[in-house]
């Protein structure tokens, strides 16, 4: 579906429109990510509400990814406004940043998962672990869909492909690794006030 101005079109000429399609497949990908946690969280507040639930500590390494992942998310939109005001230095230092602090989520998380182990929670274990499991490794999954991105909008800003008038790779970038964060941030308060 693509949305476009009603102009009368010369011949060869390129449509307008109203939103860029990939901005558009972005946003439809958000929305279904959203609906996708937002399943997950109601099934594990309504099979916590069914018992047989253990109680037990989330993994100190989940504050620890919390914190990287919002660190992150200032660098990423200091990489944006960079973009903007066409400081290609500082672009690079930021995404660099970025990509990095990224990985350190996604080092951190799968160290998390070794903590639980540590703690006798495993995937298999009572609902209340297999939710903590299921829920972050899919957010994990969308993460290292996020660091790909930044990873190639980064060899983008190599090459000098990223600047203010070419805005859109960098712009869908910071849209969808402020939505990672926004996410993580949100399960992991759910987690702590849902246990």
Same mark, same amino acid.
């Given at each position: 579906?693509?949305?476009?101005?009603?102009?009368?079109?010369? $011949?060869?000429?390129?449509?307008?429109y109203?939103?860029? $399609?990939? !901005?558009f497949?972005?946003?439809?990908?958000?929305?279904?990510?959203?609906?996708l946690?937002?399943?997950?969280?109601?099934?594990?507040?309504?099979?916590?509400?069914?018992?047989?639930?253990?109680?037990?500590?989330?993994?100190?390494?989940?504050?620890?990814?919390?914190?990287?992942?919002? =660190?992150?998310? =200032?660098?990423?939109?200091?990489?944006?406004?960079?973009? !903007?005001?066409?400081?290609l230095?500082?672009?690079?230092i930021?995404?660099? =940043?970025?990509?990095?602090?990224?990985?350190?989520?996604?080092?951190?998380? %799968?160290?998390?998962y070794?903590?639980?182990?540590?703690?006798?929670?495993?995937?298999?274990?009572?609902?209340?672990?297999?939710?903590?499991?299921?829920i972050?490794?899919?957010?994990?999954?969308?993460?290292?869909?996020?660091?790909?991105?930044?990873?190639?909008?980064?060899?983008k800003?190599?090459?000098? !492909?990223?600047?203010?008038?070419?805005?859109?790779?960098?712009?869908?970038?910071?849209?969808?690794?402020?939505?990672?964060?926004?996410? %993580?941030?949100?399960?992991?308060?759910?987690?702590?006030?849902?246990?």
């Amino acid at each position: 579906m693509m949305i476009q101005t009603m102009k009368t079109a010369k $011949p060869h000429q390129e449509p307008e429109y109203v939103i860029n $399609p990939k !901005k558009f497949v972005l946003w439809l990908l958000i929305v279904a990510s959203v609906m996708l946690f937002a399943g997950f969280t109601s099934a594990y507040i309504v099979r916590h509400g069914e018992g047989n639930w253990r109680v037990y500590e989330l993994p100190s390494l989940f504050t620890t990814s919390t914190i990287v992942i919002a =660190i992150s998310s =200032i660098f990423m939109q200091w990489a944006f406004m960079a973009a !903007k005001k066409d400081e290609l230095g500082q672009i690079k230092i930021a995404l660099g =940043i970025t990509l990095f602090l990224g990985v350190a989520f996604g080092i951190c998380q %799968w160290f998390a998962y070794s903590q639980l182990v540590q703690n006798n929670v495993y995937l298999t274990g009572n609902p209340s672990e297999s939710f903590v499991y299921i829920i972050s490794f899919m957010h994990l999954m969308h993460m290292i869909g996020g660091i790909i991105f930044v990873l190639v909008t980064f060899v983008k800003s190599l090459k000098l !492909k990223v600047h203010k008038k070419n805005l859109l790779t960098i712009n869908l970038c910071n849209t969808y690794w402020h939505f990672l964060g926004i996410l %993580w941030i949100y399960l992991y308060v759910f987690f702590q006030l849902n246990r």
